[in-house]
């Protein structure tokens, strides 16, 4: 019988047999959810030798929930994750027109997994559209819970539009179109603190010298200027012992970044963008809003090859999720054709969250010496010369037999 991971103290203890409860997901979910399986089993069992192994427990969202239990997002579903405190979770379907705005908004706003973590690197072989994609080596911290993502809208000609419409012109002067849709973009110092405390935290232990806050707060003051200020303020009175900020360094004539100091400075998101491009060498740790980060964990992935290939994880005070960071692609359903990289590259990121180190490296060394071998799915092996195309579930065989 599996133990629960449990969350004492603000430390996660985990035994040698924990059960991780697993959302299927929809779409190719199921097939890329089996080479996944087959991958950490096969790397936990190498990696300790029996020592330890992960006991599954499969819960519902989405499709599967539906047919089954004639609802999207089961509050029992929540409920498991809740007291396991560390689930995976493939591609969700979200209903058109019915029910929840979105299934993976849904569980990250009702669990509380403020920080969407995405790291984006490139693995050598995976084509990609830019010249340097070895230069990319950045993780996004994405804030998940405010923002225009809160789902605080009304469609137009509505009784809420019309209020909103009024009172905005009742208290500003400011005259709304009658036709126009309105929404509420919430940023509060709480939300924007905590996920800026997670960046610096990850920055400390992960050897990262640049926090970078990205926001538009040149043209938003109030809300993503206050972001910026905000999380400045949180660098300086809860890091100030190791946090050097780049203007600082300016005033001070420092070139380079002390010794055992964590560089933190702001950029316009737009000019960001080409920032990522024509320097990306100069970034490391990226904290910003909802819909910039949403924006940028896509940009970034396209850089090192895709969505394919890019892990992302929920994470919050006490649960973490790790996802598939891809849609379910349903054309491609049942075909055992889907690369299951992002997945896979996700359950490496949750072993290192539960400190199962050596079975996170070896699911990672393994997989890029696959695709060196150019052994690889079709959405790769159609980019790249003499590559052998492979079926979903003989991708996760190759990676198997390359665990050394």
């Not at 050598?124 to 080596?137: A, I, K, L, N, Q």
């Not at 420092?254 to 024509?278: C, S």
């Not at 690889?376 to 003989?394: G, H, I, N, P």
């Amino acid at each position: 019988m599996g133990e629960k991971i449990r969350m004492e103290n603000g430390l996660l203890t985990v035994p040698d047999n924990p059960v991780i409860p697993f959302i299927e997901g929809d779409g190719t979910g199921p097939d890329i959810w089996r080479a996944t399986k087959l991958v950490v089993d096969r790397a936990v069992e190498k990696a300790y030798r029996g020592r330890r192994k992960i006991e599954w427990k499969e819960i519902y969202a989405g499709e599967k929930a539906f047919n089954r239990l004639g609802q999207w997002l089961p509050q029992e579903t929540l409920d498991t994750i809740g007291s396991h405190v560390v689930a995976i979770k493939g591609p969700l379907t979200t209903p058109v027109g019915m029910g929840f705005r979105s299934l993976n908004v849904s569980i990250r706003q009702m669990l509380d997994l403020y920080a969407c973590i995405r790291p984006v690197r490139w693995v050598e072989g995976v084509p990609s559209p830019v010249v340097h994609p070895e230069r990319v080596d950045m993780v996004v911290f994405r804030e998940n819970t405010e923002d225009i993502y809160a789902g605080l809208e009304w469609e137009p000609g509505s009784k809420e539009a019309l209020a909103l419409r009024e009172f905005v012109c009742e208290k500003t002067g400011h005259l709304l179109p009658m036709d126009a849709g309105i929404g509420i973009k919430p940023i509060s110092k709480k939300a924007t603190q905590r996920i800026m405390r997670k960046a610096l935290e990850y920055a400390l232990k992960h050897s990262r010298k640049v926090v970078t806050i990205v926001h538009k707060g040149n043209i938003m003051k109030y809300t993503e200027g206050s972001f910026m200020k905000w999380c400045y303020e949180l660098a300086k009175s809860e890091f100030g012992d190791v946090v050097v900020t780049e203007a600082d360094m300016i005033s001070q004539g420092l070139n380079e970044i002390p010794e055992g100091r964590i560089k933190v400075n702001d950029r316009i998101a737009d000019n960001m963008f080409q920032q990522v491009l024509t320097r990306s060498s100069e970034y490391e740790v990226l904290v910003m809003p909802n819909l910039n980060g949403d924006y940028f964990s896509d940009a970034l992935s396209a850089q090192v090859g895709g969505l394919g290939m890019a892990p992302g994880a929920n994470i919050g005070d006490r649960i973490a999720v790790f996802e598939a960071t891809h849609g379910t692609a349903p054309k491609y359903a049942d075909l055992d054709k889907a690369n299951p990289g992002s997945l896979i590259l996700s359950s490496a990121m949750m072993l290192e969250h539960m400190g199962w180190i050596e079975a996170s490296g070896l699911i990672i060394s393994s997989l890029e010496k696959t695709v060196k071998q150019k052994k690889v799915t079709y959405d790769l092996a159609r980019q790249m010369e003499e590559a052998q195309e492979l079926k979903t579930s003989q991708f996760a065989e190759v990676i198997v037999s390359n665990m050394k």
